[in-house]
């Protein structure tokens, strides 16, 4: 009798566990959210590594006719190549074409969180995922998003899709997609014309389910709870590997971001180099020339507007002999990016400035591969190329 009754306790856990992955699979199917590891992302969560993963050259390019793409094991990467014209007739096969494309694949959900858009491949895409079926939210600014005249957010609007604001001065300033609970892509690249074709700029997506995890929780908590700035929620952050590879992410204005970019660069033992838009905070320039009189090399790129005032960190870099230029693009240097010792990488929406560190919504991604890292040095030499150094600083 006790054998039989141990046999009948077998029979029903197999039973049980095929509904719970029959039920996982149904959810998956219909949410997009995959809670049984069906994509094998293969994330270790709530594992602390500094450690950089090695390089592998295990990645290949995409092609994107006005831009550059690579694809590795779980992640795809692209930057911008700033057109000179003003003729948005000239703006196609850009690195829009490549998210639009990816919004196209999207089955149940997206979450986007745009600080601008007046893109129309990619407003064409959300309208369209809208359409056929997808749960579609956006979160936006108000200046820049909603009551840009510019801004394409109206469209959207006027289609059905769901629009929340930050109503603040301060700037929600994020530019990420969540897509079927499976995907995210961030960076520097606000989804417009110029900050395709005109703007240096920076757009990496994550097939991964911790880092999706991290972005979805930052989204509906401005989404839904509609918390802006340093009054949000500070206790959602990242850190965990990704096939190996260690990934942080923070929040401002609610996280000390600031804080981890100090013992980022503290910590710089060979080189440093950055590509910025606004650079103004000093302790992050101090930290830099203190990590310069060490013996790490420096090397950055300033965005040419505003990089010469007082607020702006170039001048005394520049004095101090390192070398810092000025950038050749005649759109923007719209990059946020810190590039350590060839293995990690800063990157995101977040300006090294007081209003990133103290009242906006940014992100910061910080990612430790050494392929990721020297395909970012690789834009960070094409950006130097056309750079000069400013010439009429006096010292």
């Given at each position: 009798m006790a054998k039989n009754k141990k046999s009948g306790n077998s029979g029903a856990s197999m039973i049980l566990a095929i509904l719970v992955v029959v039920i996982g699979f149904i959810i998956y199917a219909v949410t997009g959210v995959d809670l049984l590891g069906i994509t094998g992302t293969g994330d270790d969560q709530n594992t602390e590594v500094t450690s950089p993963r090695t390089s592998t050259g295990d990645f290949t390019e995409i092609d994107v006719p006005l831009g550059l793409g690579y694809e590795g094991d779980f992640w795809q990467l692209y930057f911008t190549t700033p057109s000179n014209t003003r003729d948005r007739s000239q703006y196609v096969g850009g690195v829009d074409t490549r998210l639009a494309a990816a919004i196209n694949a999207t089955n149940n959900t997206l979450d986007i969180a745009a600080f601008e858009l007046n893109n129309e491949v990619i407003t064409e895409a959300i309208i369209d995922a809208h359409e056929r079926g997808v749960t579609v939210r956006v979160v936006t600014d108000d200046e820049h998003g909603l009551e840009d005249d510019d801004s394409t957010i109206v469209e959207l609007e006027l289609a059905g899709i769901p629009i929340v604001d930050d109503e603040r001065s301060a700037?929600?300033?994020?530019?990420?997609?969540?897509?079927?609970?499976?995907?995210?892509?961030?960076?520097?690249?606000?989804?417009?014309?110029?900050?395709?074709?005109?703007?240096?700029?920076?757009?990496?997506?994550?097939?991964?389910?911790?880092?999706?995890?991290v972005y979805q929780a930052e989204f509906d908590e401005m989404f839904e709870r509609h918390e802006f700035g340093p009054r949000s929620d500070d206790s959602n952050t990242g850190n965990f590997t990704q096939d190996g590879v260690p990934i942080q992410i923070y929040f401002a204005s609610e996280n000390e971001v600031i804080d981890v970019l100090l013992a980022e660069v503290g910590n710089a033992q060979t080189s440093i180099r950055f590509m910025t838009f606004s650079f103004t905070r000093d302790d992050l320039g101090e930290a830099i020339l203190d990590r310069a009189e060490a013996g790490v090399d420096v090397?950055?790129?300033?965005?040419?507007?505003?990089?010469?005032?007082?607020?702006?960190?170039?001048?005394?870099?520049?004095?101090a002999g390192l070398d810092v230029r000025q950038d050749g693009n005649n759109g923007i240097l719209h990059h946020k990016v810190f590039i350590i010792d060839e293995s990690t990488v800063i990157t995101g929406s977040f300006n090294y400035s007081n209003n990133a560190v103290e009242s906006n919504d940014e992100n910061v991604l910080i990612i430790r591969d050494a392929d990721i890292a020297a395909l970012y040095i690789d834009e960070f030499l094409r950006v130097q190329s056309i750079a000069t150094p400013a010439d009429d600083i006096d010292c």
């Open positions: 700037l929600m300033h994020n530019k990420f997609m969540i897509m079927d609970g499976i995907t995210v892509w961030l960076g520097s690249m606000n989804y417009t014309m110029n900050g395709v074709y005109r703007n240096n700029n920076n757009a990496i997506s994550l097939r991964s389910r911790r880092a999706v995890e090397q950055g790129v300033f965005e040419t507007t505003g990089s010469e005032t007082q607020y702006a960190e170039m001048p005394r870099m520049l004095c």
